[in-house]
């Protein structure tokens, strides 16, 4: 896996490094909100703090798969 400044490139990565850690996630917050505007904000927050419930049980009520 390759760091962020390899991917993005330098210039771009470090010229975040002098954001404060609000104006950084509200940035990364209203950038995905951009790329899934239907999304509800819990659902963008819970993605980017990894506190989204597992799929098991959000989709309790799907029947299983007999694909096999």
């Known amino acids: ?6 991917i993005w490139g330098y210039d ?3 010229s975040a490094y002098s954001e404060e850690p609000a104006e ?3 940035r990364i917050f209203d950038h995905v909100k951009g ?3 239907d999304s509800e904000d819990s659902a ?3 993605l980017m703090t990894g506190t989204l419930p597992l799929l098991d049980t959000v ?3 799907v029947p299983e798969c ?3």
């Open 1 to 6: 896996m390759f760091p962020p400044e390899t």
């Open 12 to 14: 771009l990565m470090t």
């Open 24 to 26: 950084s996630w509200q």
């Open 35 to 37: 790329l899934y505007p």
């Open 44 to 46: 963008v927050i819970g």
């Open 59 to 61: 989709y309790s009520d």
């Open 66 to 68: 007999e694909c096999g």
